[in-house]
């Protein structure tokens, strides 16, 4: 009741004055995290449930994981990956879906596809989840080229870069690639910083030194290039700045 006018404060309350707190008290507060945008105190009461010796289910993973995916926050939805992994719901449909709905709203279509590719047994909502994922990056694309072609309005290097940064979440390097030389003026700075960015995280070396070599161009002064072109070279084996 409190949770869903907004209370989650009331609601945590009558939470900690709880003698007894089965998995349905733990899920019914994780829920109004997830529902009330409060992702840090979603992870934590996560956390406390597992010290607690309370057992996860499907319902625990859906609900932090709509948290992850909502925000997004990679970073948290790979702990809960962690944890599914290691738990006796590895194997679970609904939060094996759940993780691919994540991982597709955080940006890492690769690794959706890897987690529904590993599934032994899809339903409906897992084959929902997979089109979901990469009907978000296709729908941009339609978008993207409809208001260039049928409404005869000209795409801006904001536009640009959001479409670079969108294929570059998907994996899709090439592509924003070809988006990059595709654009009908010079691409600035923050085009070649987005798809460096990208490049770091799915590894692509060559197009991270293409990307680089532009940005140096560019802003040669610019340290948080640097920083990023060196962690591309951490990440990436072979990667010479």
Not at 49 to 73: E, H, Q, R, T, W
Not at 126 to 140: F, K, L, M, P, T
Not at 178 to 193: A, L, N
Not at 197 to 206: D, L, P, Q, T, Y
Request: charged share 20%.
């Amino acid at each position: 009741m409190y949770a869903k006018s907004g209370r989650v404060d009331l609601a945590h309350l009558v939470f900690q004055r709880l003698s007894e707190r089965d998995a349905i008290c733990w899920n019914s507060m994780l829920t109004s995290y997830s529902q009330n945008g409060k992702p840090e105190d979603a992870m934590d009461l996560f956390r406390h449930m597992g010290m607690g010796g309370v057992k996860y289910d499907c319902v625990s993973f859906s609900a932090i994981l709509s948290v992850c995916a909502n925000l997004p926050a990679l970073h948290y939805g790979k702990e809960i990956h962690g944890f599914i992994i290691k738990s006796e719901f590895s194997s679970d449909i609904f939060a094996q879906s759940a993780l691919i709905d994540m991982y597709a709203k955080c940006g890492n279509l690769v690794i959706a596809r890897h987690v529904f590719d590993s599934m032994e047994e899809k339903n409906e909502v897992s084959w929902n989840s997979i089109i979901s994922a990469y009907g978000q990056v296709d729908d941009g694309i339609l978008y993207f080229r409809c208001m260039i072609e049928e409404y005869g309005i000209p795409a801006s290097s904001e536009h640009y870069a959001l479409m670079v940064d969108l294929l570059g979440r998907a994996g899709r390097l090439h592509e924003a690639f070809e988006t990059i030389k595709s654009m009908p003026f010079s691409p600035g700075s923050g085009v070649w910083g987005t798809l460096l960015g990208a490049c770091r995280v799915h590894g692509n070396i060559e197009l991270a030194k293409e990307a680089s070599r532009h940005l140096f161009d560019l802003e040669p002064e610019n340290s948080g290039y640097y920083m990023l072109m060196l962690d591309n070279g951490r990440t990436c084996v072979g990667f010479e700045i």
